[in-house]
């Protein structure tokens, strides 16, 4: 039985009660909402810088790149220009399909027994559904917060805003970008759990930042809909941090206290994580390469000059011994004059 979830869960909810509980003895609020939230944001540039600079060093003598479609080869075979590219713009393109439509996870197929030993192949299209609805709800809800961080609000942030509430069925507004991220990280952790093979490979650092991720949105459709906040008192402490002028305003609760530690949590912890991937996928080899491996010679750039002997050295200096053993040889010796045989 797989119980990593559960040290996982249980880790998210300390990390909640440290925060709503800790807020309420002296120091506590300046603790979590200004010392933590500083530490973490150093901890994600520097990890992030660390993580990508330790990539972009990491010598690629050689194309690698993952395929899925025929190379350029004779005239007559027709190419896959993005999948299998040979050209800059056809890496661009790729590049492109993969970050914004991940469209290699669309291709993505699950192996299983059906009739017996029949084994049959299905496209894991929801995984796919499920990543863009987790992804992008992320980023939406990541560009609407811009509006406490910032004075005045950007214009595309507002306009993000009414597209996210299209859909007004109350108030205060209902955002679906929060609902479907919820619904979204539900989704990747019962897949999880549903999933035997996958069950079998899923580690607690799997289950963490879902629960994280997780309790960010929980706590903020709590704030939201529930139990309510002070926003102009939010804004003044975020505000704050960003100006480095931080300020702990009154008014607000722990549950926004619980919030912002959930975020900079995830925010400390991502460098360090398999989220890196977010900057990974620009430096990846096996997809920011192209293909020309049967157009051009790439030689290793570590090969060091070595002195060597050939086959065709070895011969001149051992023919005679291995005519006389029987062995074949490539050249016969020339035949020597009477003369010299005398």
């Not at 690698?64 to 890496?91: A, E, F, H, R, Y």
Request: charged share 15%.
């Amino acid at each position: 039985m797989n119980v990593n979830y559960l040290f996982s869960l249980v880790a998210v909810l300390l990390l909640f009660a440290l925060a709503y509980l800790g807020v309420k003895v002296p120091g506590g609020q300046t603790l979590f909402g200004i010392i933590i939230p500083y530490v973490a944001f150093v901890a994600f540039v520097a990890g992030f810088f660390n993580r990508v600079m330790g990539w972009s060093r990491s010598a690629v003598p050689f194309r690698i790149p993952t395929t899925c479609g025929q190379q350029m080869s004779l005239p007559w075979i027709k190419q896959n220009k993005i999948d299998n590219p040979t050209t800059t713009w056809g890496v661009i393109a790729r590049m492109f399909f993969e970050i914004v439509l991940f469209r290699s996870l669309f291709r993505n197929t699950r192996a299983a027994k059906k009739d017996g030993d029949r084994l049959q192949y299905k496209l894991e299209i929801f995984l796919w559904i499920g990543a863009l609805a987790f992804h992008y709800t992320f980023l939406t809800v990541l560009i609407r917060h811009l509006r406490l961080f910032t004075e005045p609000v950007p214009a595309f942030v507002g306009l993000l805003e009414r597209v996210d509430a299209f859909f007004q069925f109350g108030l205060p507004v209902v955002y679906l970008s929060g609902i479907v991220l919820l619904a979204a990280v539900l989704y990747l952790f019962l897949r999880r759990i549903f999933i035997p093979n996958v069950k079998y490979i899923s580690l607690a650092s799997d289950y963490f930042p879902l629960f994280l991720i997780g309790g960010i949105a929980l706590t903020g459709i709590l704030m939201r809909y529930f139990t309510k906040v002070d926003v102009v008192a939010a804004k003044e402490l975020t505000m704050g941090l960003v100006t480095f002028h931080p300020t702990i305003p009154e008014g607000i609760g722990g549950i926004f206290y619980a919030h912002l530690f959930f975020v900079s949590v995830l925010l400390a912890y991502f460098p360090f994580s398999k989220l890196m991937h977010l900057g990974g996928v620009f430096l990846s080899p096996t997809r920011n390469l192209p293909t020309d491996t049967r157009a051009r010679r790439h030689v290793n750039p570590w090969n060091y000059p070595v002195k060597v002997h050939t086959y065709e050295a070895y011969e001149d200096e051992f023919r005679e011994k291995m005519i006389e053993a029987g062995l074949p040889v490539d050249k016969q010796p020339e035949p020597q004059a009477p003369e010299e045989k005398e």
